[in-house]
Each structure stands twice: as C-alpha cells, then as structure tokens.
C-alpha cells in the first residue's frame, strides 16, 4: 500500500490522531531510539543530510521514517527536503505501507502540540495568536482548534503579506481570523490564552513579560542549538513541559541558551509528554495556583508520534 499525502491527510482526522499519539504514549512496549544523522557528500554541491527515525511496537509494528536534505535541490527547483516512511509488521518484518513522510510529519508535530495543549492550556481558551505563517500554521491552527473552544485567531509573520494570505485562508473556513501586525505583537500576545509559534528565529520573538497569567506557550519552530522563538525570561517564568527531555535538551536553542546562559536549569523541565499522558504528573491541574500558571510546551519531534500516525494512517485506509 502506498499513501499519498492527501490521502495520508484524509487518514489522519485531528480527534484520533490526538488520540493515537496519546495511547502510544502511555505504551511500555514502544522503542525509539535516537534518531540517525548522517552526512552525504553530492559532488560539486553541499552536503547532503540523511536523517533515520526507527520505532517499534513489539509483535505489532516496525516503523523508519527517512528524510532526505539535498540543499543543493535549489538550484535545480527541486524541494531541498523530502521524505517517507515505511511502515512494517512487527513479527514478519513485511512492509506493509509507504506513507508520505512530509504529511505525516506536519499533521502528528501539530497532533502533539494539541495533545500538550489539551493537558496544559487553560480549557476556557478561546483565542489563539498563530507566531508564524508558513505550512505547519495550517497545521497547528485546526489542530489547536480541535482541543480548545477557539473563537478567533490573529496571526503574525515577519512578512504581513504572508499573515493577510492565512487569515484569508481562514475566513474562508468560517474562522474569526484577523492579521496582527508587528506593531500589535506586544499587545496582542498579552492578550491571548494560546500562543503557538512556528518560525525559524533565531532571536527571541515571544517574550516572557508579555504573557498574560493563564496563558498557555506552544513552540514548535526552534529544532537547533541556535534558534529560539522565545527568551530566558519565559523559561523562567513558565511551567515547562517538552516531548522528550533527550531531544529538547539537545536540539533546540530555546532551552539549550538558557541553560547556557545561568537562567535555568535543566530540571526546570518538570515532565515530558509521555509523563503527562500517563499521568505521572497532571499538567495544569497539578500545578499551584493553575488557573494563573503560564505555561510552555516544547516539541522537538518523536519517533514515537510518527509509527503513531503511520499505524492510524494504515487502518483508516486498509
């Protein structure tokens, strides 16, 4: 069998694959080791980046995702980055799907911030701040949505023209969209229950002082050592709660400066996403005062969250 991306799109409705990442979550028998980073050489253009993400129910299932960054794609008009992932049975090792790998990704990193959310963010939320314009604010928008009774969203982007396409985009789905300017950011934000951030900054764009009490911090962008969507003084303030503390604590600038920096410390993270799903620690409610609390999720990506979808893409469509 094999899934394109808009029918990998049509397997995966937002409710179950909340709900798929949730179970995996709280399963004992799931493996997913550390990804594979290997290095390429592509004569007379850039290196080239081979990325291998495995994971494994035992007796049940067998999952790699393989990305592909072929920088040097640019200037042939070809897209620098693709992927797949092949899904296997776990007892024959049989392949049994290929699975678009880009689909799938966009769909359970925005899964895996409402699943955060539904466990983080206050359950009154009601309007959302989008921080960023490109694909995966498609994704992150309904996908919030599905969580949390959301009655209007603002979004801004470096590029307002970017934010005016979006927001156009939503109203056309009946959704109360307007775009915010980068004049407006402060106030905006200071307002908002949710603030869900896709960007590629390298400096702060979010900061700590602006967020209201009660507001919820979804970062999905940061995913290197020098990029952060936020500052020290959010992570200070913040409950913090990531995917995976290995990938968080290596990946992404968001917690890596700071840390580097004297502001926290790594037990700052107070659970991971497994954690929370299992109930070793219950989120918002768990914490003092939590009606007021400020929170902050973290997502870097996990294996886990891809045989996930994958598994739930396959029985929706065998």
């Given at each position: 069998m094999q899934l394109n991306a808009d029918q990998v799109r049509n397997a995966l409705p937002w409710d179950s694959l909340i709900e798929a990442l949730r179970d995996i979550f709280i399963?004992?028998?799931v493996r997913s080791p550390i990804r594979h980073h290997h290095s390429l050489n592509v004569p007379g253009e850039p290196a080239a980046t081979l990325l291998l993400m495995p994971a494994w129910i035992e007796g049940e299932y067998l999952g790699v995702k393989q990305v592909n960054v072929f920088p040097g794609n640019n200037t042939r008009k070809l897209p620098g980055l693709s992927s797949h992932y092949m899904l296997s049975c776990g007892n024959s090792g049989l392949p049994l799907a290929l699975l678009d790998g880009n689909e799938l990704t966009a769909r359970r990193t925005a899964?895996?911030?409402?699943?955060?959310s539904s466990l983080l963010s206050r359950t009154d939320?009601?309007?959302l701040l989008m921080v960023g314009a490109g694909r995966m604010s498609r994704y992150l928008i309904p996908a919030h949505m599905s969580v949390r009774p959301i009655q209007s969203v603002q979004v801004w982007n470096?590029?307002?023209?970017?934010?005016?396409?979006l927001v156009a985009e939503l109203r056309a789905s009946d959704i109360d969209a307007r775009v915010c300017s980068t004049a407006q950011l402060q106030e905006v934000a200071g307002e908002a229950d949710i603030i869900s951030c896709a960007t590629l900054a390298t400096e702060p764009v979010i900061f700590?002082?602006?967020?209201?009490?009660?507001a919820h911090l979804d970062l999905v962008g940061s995913f290197t050592p020098g990029m952060r969507e936020t500052d020290s003084a959010?992570?200070?303030?913040?409950?913090?709660?990531?995917?995976?503390?290995?990938?968080?604590?290596?990946?992404?600038?968001?917690?890596?400066?700071?840390?580097?920096?004297g502001a926290i410390r790594a037990d700052k993270i107070l659970a991971e996403l497994a954690e929370l799903c299992?109930?070793?620690h219950a989120g918002r409610t768990g914490l003092e005062d939590a009606e007021q609390a400020v929170t902050l999720f973290k997502s870097v990506g996990d294996s886990r969250e891809d045989l996930a979808a994958a598994i739930l893409a396959y029985r929706n469509q065998a």
């Open positions: 399963r004992d028998d899964a895996a911030s409402a699943l955060a939320a009601r309007n470096r590029n307002e023209a970017a934010s005016a396409s700590g002082d602006w967020l209201k009490p009660g959010a992570m200070q303030r913040c409950a913090v709660f990531v995917d995976t503390r290995a990938g968080a604590l290596s990946e992404t600038g968001d917690l890596i400066l700071p840390i580097r920096e299992r109930g070793q």
